[in-house]
């Protein structure tokens, strides 16, 4: 079964940091590309991030773009987001996509959970 | 970057009727590169259709989708009552963004 775990959600101060994580299962990771993709509270889906299958391409949206990496761990079939200088904007829920197929443009067809980010002094 | 545009905000209906969701680019998608997503209260969005027209895995044939350049449709063809739920709109062909999403409410 194709399973995402998110986790390392939490509450941070604005300025802070926090490092996200993703687990992924029952496919072969390193085949496809992963996103991270967020939503406000109330809010709809706004992509973060995309990285490529083995890591090599990474892409941001211009609202996260220099504060944010994305990075994947193909051993151990981990995504991660180290979100940095995080303000009031940033707070949503994190989900961990993966692609449908092993493209790059292509649609997400397995999401996690999600893990709550709350920037709140 | 491309704006998904999606109309109406929200849409009621009853069980049993027809829901046509639009989703308007900014500029043209090509049409292998559009989806929609169903999102309800407290989960994680669902793949209904890749390629503006395929289904995914799983998903009923009363969903359906059409569309090409800057103008896509999301059709439910007879709600069942497990369809009231958020849908989204999203591009991936220029870097991936989605619509703000369009409410199907039970009338």
């Known amino acids: 079964e194709v399973q995402l775990l998110d986790s390392g959600g939490g509450l941070v101060q604005p300025g802070g940091s926090l490092r996200l994580s993703c687990a992924a299962s029952g496919f072969t990771f390193s085949s496809y590309a992963m996103s991270w993709v967020r939503q406000a509270p109330g809010k709809g889906l706004e992509w973060v991030s995309l990285i490529s299958g083995a890591g090599g391409s990474t892409y941001y949206a211009d609202s996260v773009k220099g504060r944010f990496t994305i990075s994947r761990d193909n051993s151990k079939n981990m995504l991660f987001l180290q979100m940095n200088s995080l303000s009031a904007e940033d707070t949503a829920l994190y989900y961990c996509a993966k692609s449908r197929h092993g493209l790059l443009s292509d649609a997400f067809d397995m999401w996690g959970q999600g893990t709550m980010v709350t920037v709140s002094s | 970057e491309i704006v998904l545009t999606q109309s109406p905000g929200t849409l009621s209906l009853s069980p049993g009727e027809r829901a046509t969701l639009s989703c308007r680019a900014s500029?043209?998608?090509?049409?292998?590169?559009l989806a929609w997503y169903q999102q309800k209260p407290g989960q994680a969005p669902r793949l209904l259709i890749y390629?503006?027209?395929s289904r995914a895995t799983g998903i009923p044939e009363r969903f359906s989708g059409s569309g090409s350049g800057t103008d896509f449709t999301l059709t439910i063809s007879r709600l069942e009552p497990e369809d009231f739920a958020v849908y989204y709109c999203q591009q991936y062909g220029s870097s991936w963004t989605f619509g703000q999403g369009t409410k199907v409410d039970i009338k």
């Open positions: 500029q043209s998608v090509s049409s292998i590169y």
């Open positions: 390629g503006a027209s």
